[in-house]
């Protein structure tokens, strides 16, 4: 089945520790999203990637950083800089012929600092 | 710059009632417009879309929205709600053009509905 996935499902982050949330797709898809969801806040966006090998800062980039070395993978980092990472993270996609604007969502990674 | 306002942050209904959850967006350019919908611990699914065409766009699960450019808004309506469609429902926004790649999300609305 095509589709995203996201792992883990659950990641606990200690004081000062870098932690990476999984995103990969098979949907052959070139744009990818990583948005993080906090209560009553909605979807903000964090980083995207048009293509491979090239990503652009969302609205609220301070203390995470990605990379997009495959097409089909893109990591996202939660860095020690980061002071308030508790949150629900979403990884999303976008293509497909006449998608054009239609993102498709993971299941989502929540983390909890210990 | 586009922003999206949803109306009721909560809307609890009964079984088999009708509902309408409100969206009103802005946008100095041509707009596509989505409602995602998330149970709890899970994704966003995609309920429909409007990118352009037909006004009255209808979606899975019996839903339907009417995109009203003249208002900015795109509600979302089902005549009849069931228990399983309790859920948190998100309203989008997408520009045309040179902004098509990013969508700008309202904080949702909690659709609760009761036996």
């Known amino acids: 089945d095509g589709g995203i996935t996201q792992s883990p499902k659950y990641l606990f982050r200690k004081e000062g520790q870098n932690v990476t949330l999984s995103c990969e797709q098979n949907l052959n898809h070139d744009a990818m999203y990583w948005y993080r969801q906090d209560p009553g806040q909605g979807l903000r966006l964090i980083y995207y990637?048009?293509?491979?090998?090239?990503?652009q800062k969302g609205d609220i980039a301070e203390g995470y950083s990605v990379s997009r070395e495959k097409k089909e993978s893109f990591p996202l980092t939660v860095t020690s800089a980061q002071k308030n990472p508790t949150a629900f993270y979403l990884c999303?996609?976008?293509?497909?012929?006449?998608?054009?604007?239609?993102?498709?969502f993971g299941p989502g990674t929540r983390l909890l600092v210990l | 710059a586009q922003s999206v306002t949803q109306l009721d942050s909560q809307v609890p209904v009964f079984e088999e009632a009708p509902v309408e959850l409100r969206c009103n967006y802005s946008?100095?350019?041509?707009?596509?417009l989505f409602w995602y919908v998330q149970y709890p611990n899970q994704g966003l699914q995609l309920l429909l879309k409007?990118?352009?065409?037909?006004?009255l766009v209808k979606g899975i699960n019996g839903f339907e929205a009417e995109f009203n450019k003249s208002q900015t808004s795109f509600h979302l309506r089902k005549p009849s709600v069931h228990i399983s469609d309790t859920a948190e429902y998100f309203c989008?926004?997408?520009?045309?053009?040179?902004?098509?790649?990013?969508?700008?999300f309202g904080k949702g609305t909690l659709l609760t509905v009761n036996p």
């Open positions: 999303a996609s976008r293509g497909g012929q006449g998608a054009r604007e239609t993102q498709y």
């Open positions: 946008s100095s350019v041509s707009v596509y």
């Open positions: 989008a926004v997408g520009g045309s053009g040179g902004s098509n790649y990013k969508l700008t």
């Open positions: 990637s048009q293509i491979v090998n090239d990503f």
């Open positions: 409007y990118l352009s065409g037909s006004t």
